[in-house]
């Protein structure tokens, strides 16, 4: 059969002949009854046939929710409107009823434009000598709210809003065009999923969140006519900042025109009508600042995941698009943070440095095979408030607050912070590098307390003469130091021979291979290849890295030489349910490669086991390790190595099982000057070791796997 129903252009054209739209008075401007009548009804369908045919639906803005693994704890949200997508169905009965009698009560038998509201809304404001009707249909509200939300320029979201004639006429022609392709049930539930209620609440899940606390599928009929009432105008009828007189009115209108529809008995008016005003506020929360009071402590993991995020270009072009995405895209995110470590880390790291501490006490946790973060603690609160913060511990600062115990600058990493000095730790580039190229773990020097390096340097207290002269911390490192009793002691003087002897710049290349980035002008300059085979100090680690990069240098070890980028999420769905993609794979699955064999990381594992305690499977620790606590405390096979700074400034630990690696520090994030002394060059050692006993206290004790012979002896 031939389609005889008219076309839009048609539709829009059989009202201008009955002269109904001629005389629309537009929001605010009474249009005169000649201006489209005078144009003939050849002239205003080619008006008309100027303007577009179909409707351009941009998904509209959704809130980004945040969760912990476990897929329920909420973290946070990121959002510039709230708003959350769901179907009528999840919707209360009440208000869609509502809304329909508020806007629209001839909504289930017009096309898209109402003659007879027209016609009436003319009569009326041509009495009134003003605006008193309008005549937006349901229809017509939601293709305003559709052209507003696609805007990508000032100019298309004034055209979208503007109080012209062609604003209005084009959105008639709009309605029509989208009631031929749309039912009114999806009309309907495109209109409440966009609708604006006020309180940054856009659509009807946000708004029952907002002023009741509820699901929309909850909302009684008092509450669903009052919210139905707010659309018109949400600032003028607010019921939570205003008076609610004018809300009260509004919604008891809302009852009565419910009732006149027939959609609630008599009685059911008369008793919504005394009830009064109810209302249970949440603020949904939007960014870091705003984690949960209980879960503060989460602020700098969360902080760590938006750094992520705006890296990642799957989200966008530039940093600018990656965040709106983030607060527009409607993802949905579950993080790599599990509760149970976390709180574990939280209470070892706030037994041995409390929130008014100058000196950071932190720890980071990160699972080797995938490189996801399992916990971020420092004792910090993440707050934006530092009004009663402490005194800066530099005294030359004597104006300036200090950053405890309130901040929120990326004590852990992710940010624009350089970090901190890792000392010893980074003994374990040298041994990898050494490994990689072939050097046993056998590899023997005589570690004198001093020793004379072929590497020049300025004069200063590490000097001799031009060459740079090491020493060791105690004079009982003296003697002979093969790769396990070297690093079990931290020898510096072994460590220097070895790094002569495999290159500093190989030592360099290996940490940048496991992830370590130079942040600071003179960290990159001396990484530069035309410098790096003199910087003899590095693997003395007098370069600055931060906790999470440490971290993952010692989880790459213990996953045998498979080096994960270090990771914050364990899934992102988009509001369709769908993985989130880039180059066809999902954006939170691990990104791994292999940076050195098997056989090396288990070298160095064995060499790693000295300085906990545990002691090597292929030879001797020499009798005593820098950290055995460590495994006395943990009780199951441990690996990992100690890192002080000259003159005590800051103080490391980094231990790892099979299972998951931890980098803790202790270091004055304002001064690093400031020397945390030798009463604290133990406590990450005992913060590493107790979180890792309760993060794997229901887990198997897994044995590391003993390096070959090649790597053992010549």
Known sequence: MTDRRPTVAGRVALLIRAGLIAGLVIAGLSYPLTALAGMGVKAGTGALENLPEQ???????????????????????????????????????????AIVASEDTRFYEHHGVDAKGVARAFVANQQAGGVSQGASTLTMQYVRMALRDSARTPKQALEAT???????????RLAIEVEQRLSKQEILQRYLNNAYFGHRAYGIYAASEVFFSKPAKDLSLTEAALLAGLVKAPSAYDPAIRDQDAALQRRNYVIDQMLKMGSITATQAANARKAKIRLKLSTPP???????????????????????????????????????????????????????????????????ENRDSPFAHGEVVIQPGTGRIVSMA???????????????????????????P?????????????????????KIFTLLAALD?????????????????????????????????PK??????????????????SVNTYFVQLEQRVGADKAVAMAEKLGLKWRTAVDRKLATPEHAAGWGAFTLGVSDATPVEIANVFATVAAEGSYCEPLPVLSIRTPDGKNATYKGKPIAAPRCKRVFSQDVARAATDAARCPTGYGAARGSCGGWGTSEMVFGTLGRPVAGKSGTTDNNKTAWFSGYTPQLAA????????????????????????????????????????????PSDKLVHW
Request: aromatic residues 10%.
């Open 663 to 706: 980098s803790a520090f202790v270091a004055d994030p304002d001064n690093p000057e400031h020397r945390v002394g030798n009463g604290r060059s133990t406590i990450s050692k005992y913060t590493v070791a107790q979180t890792l006993r309760d993060a794997l206290k229901d887990q198997p004790d897994l044995e590391f796997t003993p």
């Open 286 to 352: 939007n960014d870091c600042v705003s984690v949960p009071d209980k879960h503060n402590d989460w602020g700098f993991f969360c902080d760590y995941f938006k750094s992520w995020w705006r890296e990642q270009p799957a989200f966008g072009r530039n940093v600018l698009e990656r965040e709106e995405n983030l607060r527009r895209g409607g993802y949905r995110v579950v993080t790599s943070i599990d509760p149970k470590v976390q709180a574990a880390a939280m209470e070892h790291v706030l037994d041995k």
């Open 406 to 426: 309130n901040t929120v600058n990326p004590l852990l990493g992710g940010g624009n912070m350089a970090g901190y000095q890792a000392g010893s730790t980074f």
């Open 472 to 489: 060791n911390s105690s004079k009982s490192m003296t003697g002979n130091q093969t790769m396990w009793s070297g690093f079990g002691k």
């Open 378 to 404: 420092v004792n910090r609160r993440y707050s934006l408030q530092q009004d009663d913060n402490g005194k800066h511990s530099d005294r030359r600062q004597h104006d300036v607050r200090g950053n405890y």
């Open 162 to 172: 503007e109080q012209t004639a062609g604003r209005k006429l084009r959105e008639m």
């Open 55 to 97: 409707l351009v639906e941009v998904p509209a803005a959704q809130s980004t929710y945040v969760y912990a693994k476990d897929g329920k704890t909420l973290l946070t949200m990121f959002y510039e409107e709230y708003r959350r997508q769901v179907p009528l169905k999840d919707m209360s009965p009440h208000i869609t009823q």
């Open 437 to 469: 190229a072939g050097l046993p773990l056998s590899t023997s020097y005589y570690a004198p307390e001093r020793f004379v390096s072929k590497y020049i340097t300025a004069p200063g207290p590490a000097t001799c003469g031009t060459h740079w002269c």
